[in-house]
């Protein structure tokens, strides 16, 4: 999604932007941005990978199967962490991530609530059980992401911005 950690791919986005509204195989995106198909490829499957689109459904169209594709919210937004400088790929993105978590929760335990309803929010659990369960979890943790990236009062002159890190991995060997 990002050239070297400093901004969206311009491309990356057209396209997630052409997939808000209904579900589009990569050629009818190239078709909606006049852009060639070809091109449009790679950029999907990045996009896909990166748990910015969902596969909807296949679609057999002249002997070739086209995949259809929809983004997962209708509104995304970018963590300024994502821009701080130190910020690059694998080991280190990650401790980034977490430094600037760190802070953003530090900062947030300072303040006084008056409804604990609104007081941030940690858990830690410990899950052991058979894979099969594992992947459920998984599977219903992802599932639980886009339901929540929809919210549609973000305009609301009260709204508030509240952040949540989602960390889920084995301890030790899967």
Same mark, same amino acid.
Not at 87 to 111: D, P, W
């Given at each position: 999604m990002f050239k070297n950690h400093r901004s969206p791919h311009p491309l990356r986005l057209r396209i997630l932007h052409a997939l808000i509204d209904q579900p589009r195989s990569t050629k009818e995106v190239a078709l909606f941005l006049d852009e060639n198909a070809t091109k449009l490829y790679r950029h999907v499957r990045a996009l896909h990978q990166a748990g910015l689109i969902e596969h909807q459904y296949d679609k057999k169209i002249r002997g070739t199967v086209a995949h259809y594709y929809l983004a997962i919210a209708a509104r995304f937004e970018l963590s300024d962490s994502l821009?701080?400088?130190?910020?690059?790929?694998?080991?280190?993105?990650?401790?980034?991530?977490? %430094?600037?978590?760190? %802070?953003?929760?530090?900062?947030?335990?300072?303040?006084?609530y008056e409804d604990e309803d609104l007081e941030p929010l940690a858990i830690k659990l410990c899950i052991k059980a058979r894979p099969e369960t594992i992947k459920m979890l998984r599977k219903n943790m992802l599932a639980w992401i886009p339901t929540q990236m929809g919210v549609e009062d973000g305009n609301h002159p009260d709204a508030v911005n509240y952040e949540a890190l989602l960390v889920f991995y084995p301890l030790g060997k899967p």
């Open positions: 821009f701080e400088s130190g910020a690059s790929t694998g080991e280190n993105s990650i401790q980034t991530m977490f %430094r600037a978590s760190e %802070r953003e929760l530090n900062n947030a335990l300072k303040h006084d």
